[in-house]
């Protein structure tokens, strides 16, 4: 029996899953991410944490294919080097080299945002196809672009960086990015509480019931046909139905796979953002594209990072 290893660096922790060739998880485990010294020993937690995995699972490393690693950060997908993880600490850190000096396991890095796309490729919504776009609706927007089964990581790896289209050219919101007026402002789990908590001053809403206005409350009031809430959903949903709607014009993906907390909504987000999408999409567009949401939540980042290694490594 031949395995493969993915990890999942995030934040706060370290995921990590020994998947079957067919990309399904016999075992998943997660660790603390130690953030110490710039994130020196991260490789040796991760490397020492999967040793005690397999020596505990009677699973021998000679039977392993190879580790697929999801982080964060800037990355130089040649080199396996991480240029800078400011979550993390990390600058110029090589991740790739000091994880396979530590284990003897051959590895391959991929950007978080991208590992997750390729999962929900292979296992998940986008159920085998192979041309796809994953957007992360989180904390911050992120996206995935794979076409023809493959991710696109442009000339120095930014493609994907959907959060960063600029939607107000005047008056938006200050970004992480230091720009304003970024998708991610408007239609991130931030953004949406956000415009809950501006629309809702000296307004007749549910929403001033609540003192700490979230993503969830505000989807959960629109579906009540709270109205300051369905102005939040509107404004929402067309600003990323118009982003969409122009990568898909751009790309023309089979399947949109919409993930992160905010996709917890449903249908009652899908519903009015596939409307905005008809509107702004090209009918062939529109016709030939399917908006679902993410099925594998947690699990598409060491998913997809099996997928690579198997790609990568199995001879
Ligand atoms: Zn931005």
Known sequence: ?????????????????ILDLQGIIVEKWEIETIILNDGAQIPHDIATSFLKKIEESNKKLEDFVGAGIGAPGFIDFNSGVVEQAVNIGWKNFELVGEFERLTGLPAVIENDANAAAIGEMWKGAGDGATELLAVTLGTGVGGGIITNGHIVHGTVGMAGEIGHITMLTEGGVLCGCGRTGCLETIASATGVARLGLEKRKNRDTVLNDIKAVTAKDVFDAYAQGDTVATEVVEEVTHYLGLALSNLANSLNPEIIVIGGGVSKAGEVLLAPLRKQFERFALPRVFGSTTIKVAELSNDAGVIGCGWLAKKMFLK
């Open 1 to 17: 029996m031949k395995w493969l290893l993915g990890i999942d660096i995030g934040g706060t922790t370290v995921k990590m899953a």
